[in-house]
């Protein structure tokens, strides 16, 4: 059975953890309001960073909602998420009072994240 936790060890803590994504990204996947910076990691498990500044959204209620959002569409796909330390900045005010349509946003973009790691980690035979 999969585990929905979000211990302290999947997640970046350091500066110096985010800096390693920011400086060597593998991966990057965005749409208006929020990019996904991915990098493969050497752990066993994947971790996620949060950047969710008050330029962007500028009450706590809504910085804490997106939070939310990201933190529960990592956790549905993190076992899908293998060996990747994922950032997820928030671009823009995403202007949507329902919390359904958020998740289906920053479900695709982790969905086409996944896609496009996995391709890169067994390359189809392409025609």
């Known amino acids: 059975m999969t585990s929905f936790e979000f211990p302290r060890n999947s997640r970046l803590n350091s500066a110096a953890d985010f800096d390693k994504v920011f400086k060597q990204t593998d991966f990057k996947v965005s749409n208006r309001f929020l990019l996904l910076l991915a990098r493969k990691n050497q752990e066993d498990h994947s ?13 706590a209620v809504d910085r804490n909602r997106v939070k939310r959002r990201l933190r529960e569409s990592f956790r549905a796909r993190q076992t899908n998420l293998q060996h990747l330390d ?11 009072p329902e919390d359904n349509h958020l998740s289906m946003q920053i479900g695709a973009l982790f969905d086409r994240l996944i896609d496009i790691s996995s391709d890169a980690d067994c390359p189809a035979d392409r025609t």
């Not at 971790?47 to 008050?54: A, D, E, P, W």
């Open 86 to 96: 994922v950032i997820a900045l928030v671009r823009n005010d995403p202007k949507t």
């Open 47 to 59: 971790r996620l960073g949060l950047i969710v500044g008050k330029k962007k959204l500028n009450r």
